[in-house]
């Protein structure tokens, strides 16, 4: 089974409108993290925003916000007001267990946002 | 301050040729990565290395080896490429004393043929 499911390959969103990217997860593992990362066309990987499962509270960074459900295994990426320096590949991935150690990830396949005028 | 810098950024090999690829953080990070990007997959891990001196594989480890040089360098070995191989590389590096996110290096993108 997969860990890291991402079922939109591709977005479209307006510029100025928000967008949600959706992910959700499978682990038994009560301890796990989840992140975000944005992958421009100039291909490098730049962390986006980090959800802990015991966090109470949804994690947010600037225009980004992590909407976290935890008994759905969901955990979206909601960018408000759209630029048009958003248009990338967004990732989602997972940690399993506690933090330290070895933290190894796992990638889901990625959401192709376009964002347009 | 350079982050994760990795070298070359691009190479093309022939089937059987080996060669290393390199990484190094100047980030005193601890723990460091080595992922595959291939189109429709996402980052798959190939090996890590949580501290100076340990690696471990991950998930698709066959074909490659690596060596943590010490705490900065962290390289990957391909002995005998295959065209299976090509495919964009990035190292990563975490902090244990920081926040959970991995660090990206730009990539290599390797070509096979």
């Known amino acids: 089974a997969q860990k890291i499911t991402q079922t939109q390959p591709g977005m479209f969103v307006q510029e100025k409108e928000a967008v949600t990217l959706d992910c959700t997860y499978d682990t038994s593992d009560p301890s796990y993290g989840l992140f975000w990362y944005k992958q421009p066309s100039s291909g490098e990987m730049i962390f986006l925003i980090y959800q802990g499962s015991y966090d109470q509270q949804n994690a947010t960074e600037g225009r980004y916000s992590l909407n976290f459900q935890k008994a759905r295994k969901s955990a979206n990426l909601v960018i408000s007001a759209s630029q048009l320096g958003d248009s990338a590949m967004y990732f989602c991935a997972m940690r399993e267990g506690f933090t330290g150690g070895g933290n190894k990830l796992t990638f889901g396949t990625g959401t192709q946002l376009k964002v347009e005028l | 301050n350079a982050g994760v810098t990795q070298t070359p950024k691009f190479q093309v090999l022939k089937t059987g040729q080996s060669m290393t690829l390199q990484c190094a953080q100047d980030?005193?990070?601890?723990?460091m990565y080595w992922y595959r990007q291939d189109p429709g997959m996402g980052l798959r891990l190939i090996y890590y290395?949580?501290?100076?001196?340990?690696?471990d594989k991950g998930e698709v480890p066959n074909g490659y080896n690596v060596s943590r040089l010490n705490k900065r360098e962290f390289s990957l070995r391909l002995e005998s490429a295959a065209p299976s191989q090509t495919s964009v590389y990035f190292c990563?590096?975490?902090?244990?004393?920081?926040?959970?996110?991995?660090?990206f290096g730009p990539g290599t993108r390797l070509t096979v043929t």
């Open positions: 980030m005193n990070h601890n723990s």
């Open positions: 290395s949580a501290s100076e001196g340990t690696t």
């Open positions: 990563a590096s975490r902090s244990l004393a920081g926040g959970d996110e991995q660090y």
